[in-house]
């Protein structure tokens, strides 16, 4: 029977915890790099005792570590991550012109196919890339350099580049999202990138519908179909059928379109995920009930589910980067929150169980199937 | 003989003990300490001071002999009671939290 790791980066640190396929006992081990933020931590899909995970500090600032054997032991790897050329400017808060500086990574995403290519998306926004396994990392300067760099600003977390799809079926393919620039994809490879946000609509910049300035929350693709997007931004959940190119409004009877995480179910397509929160000054569920919302349909009609999940007074959020799926069937789908517990379903949502429920606040949750 | 002290994180990371010896040919200062702390333990690069400028990270501090040399020039040269030994040069986190 198959194994499940899950990978959880908290505030204070990383948790591995393991499963057989029934997903009912999890083994719980750390925390690793105790004390530190561990935004994000990742298996390699090429070998998945590979993982790599980005550990930093207001203090002492960015570290990156890897694993060679699934999380048992960890090593430090380069952590140099210095801007192409002269790093220019971007909007502040303020809409002054701000120095780019390196703050964090907020994602690692292993390639597909290499278990030394590693992509990090980086505060202030940038995308860089080992072939090393992580030893030198070299900024794809490209995408900051595409021009409208100096009109991107920070949404109210960091200026970050927090999400990398890549498309299985051409490895040239790269789509990115940043808080608060939008979307952009690449089509060599990272060497060159356009912006992807023609139907996004935003209220709160000057022009709702700015080619970039849009806060991008989240976005998500199925392999088998990755020209479909599903996106959870700002305000709305929107979806594209080429790849970016043009998005619609797929919110349709959510109790609120705002949040932060959304994911596709492993088998189906048309299944996708998201958690609704109150607004974007109340970052915690409706009612002070927490229900992920899962569309059958590709988006418009959703329902909520709530079977293991508290229904009231509940006012936890969960993160961008908190939530995942396995690819047993029936599909597992977890998501963590800021309150410390990761939630897993093994029906594909139908009913919820609490695998962990005192973590520091989770930042992040990826989730491998083992042999 | 140079002694510092590093931050329980630094230690951790470096996987030393409370206190490090280092040796140091030349005078002694903020920058020559941090070079050979840095040759001896890699994985502290870019955690102290900045991997281009050098410059200290903004919430680290150096004290030694009851003084804040955090504001002194990279290359002034330590208190003697430091170059010489007798005194630890302490790393330390600034205090933040409740």
Redesign the interface.
């Known amino acids: 029977m198959s194994r499940v790791r899950a990978l959880v980066g908290t505030r204070k640190g990383a948790f591995v915890l393991t499963s057989d396929g029934k997903r009912e006992a999890w083994d719980v081990s750390g925390p690793h790099f105790a004390g530190w933020e561990i935004y994000h931590l990742k298996g390699s899909p090429a070998d998945p005792d590979r993982l790599y995970a980005s550990q930093s500090s207001g203090w002492f600032g960015q570290l990156i570590q890897r694993s060679d054997d699934g999380g048992a032991t960890w090593r430090p790897m380069g952590n140099e991550f210095t801007y192409d050329g002269v790093p220019g400017t971007h909007q502040w808060y303020d809409g002054t012109p701000h120095p780019w500086e390196f703050k964090r990574v907020w994602h690692l995403e292993p390639s597909l196919a290499d278990p030394d290519t590693v992509y990090a998306g980086v505060e202030d926004a940038a995308l860089f890339r080992t072939t090393d396994g992580g030893q030198t990392w070299h900024e794809l300067s490209g995408l900051r350099g595409h021009g409208s760099g100096p009109n991107w600003s920070p949404g109210a977390g960091g200026m970050c580049l927090h999400t990398i799809l890549q498309d299985p079926a051409n490895p040239d393919r790269l789509s990115i999202a940043i808080s608060a620039a939008g979307a952009f994809r690449s089509a060599d490879a990272g060497q060159t990138w356009q912006p992807i946000n023609r139907g996004l609509k935003s209220e709160y910049i000057p022009d709702p519908d700015a080619e970039v300035g849009h806060c991008v929350h989240r976005i998500a693709l199925h392999p088998s179909r990755p020209d479909t997007l599903f996106m959870q931004k700002h305000w709305d959940v929107m979806r594209s059928d080429d790849a970016g190119e043009n998005w619609h409004e797929i919110s349709g009877d959510l109790p609120s379109d705002f949040g932060f995480p959304i994911d596709v179910h492993a088998h189906e397509p048309d299944t996708v995920y998201v958690v609704p929160i109150t607004s974007d000054r109340e970052h915690f569920p409706p009612e002070g009930k927490l229900r992920v919302y899962r569309s059958r349909t590709g988006g418009n009609e959703w329902e909520a589910l709530t079977k293991g999940l508290p229904q009231q007074d509940c006012y936890v959020n969960v993160l961008r980067d908190a939530m995942a799926v396995d690819a047993l069937d029936p599909c597992g789908v977890y998501f963590g929150t800021t309150g410390g517990q990761v939630y897993a379903s093994a029906d594909g949502g139908d009913s919820w169980n609490a695998i962990v429920r005192d973590l520091p606040g989770v930042m992040s949750v990826e989730v491998q199937l083992l042999p | 003989m140079i002694r510092v002290i590093l ?1 329980p ?2 230690r951790e ?1 470096a996987e030393v003990d409370y206190e490090v010896d280092l040796d140091l040919e030349g005078p002694a200062t903020q920058r020559t300490v941090l070079d050979v702390l840095e040759a001896r333990y890699p ?1 502290l ?4 001071r900045d ?2 400028t050098h410059e200290r ?1 903004p ?2 501090r150096f004290y030694a002999c009851r003084e804040d040399l955090s504001h002194e020039p990279p290359d002034a040269v330590l208190p003697e009671p430091v170059a010489s030994g007798v005194e630890p040069l302490f790393i330390v ?2 205090i ?1 939290g409740g």
């Open positions: 931050p994180n630094l990371l994985v690069r870019g955690t102290i991997h281009v990270r919430l680290l986190g600034a933040a």
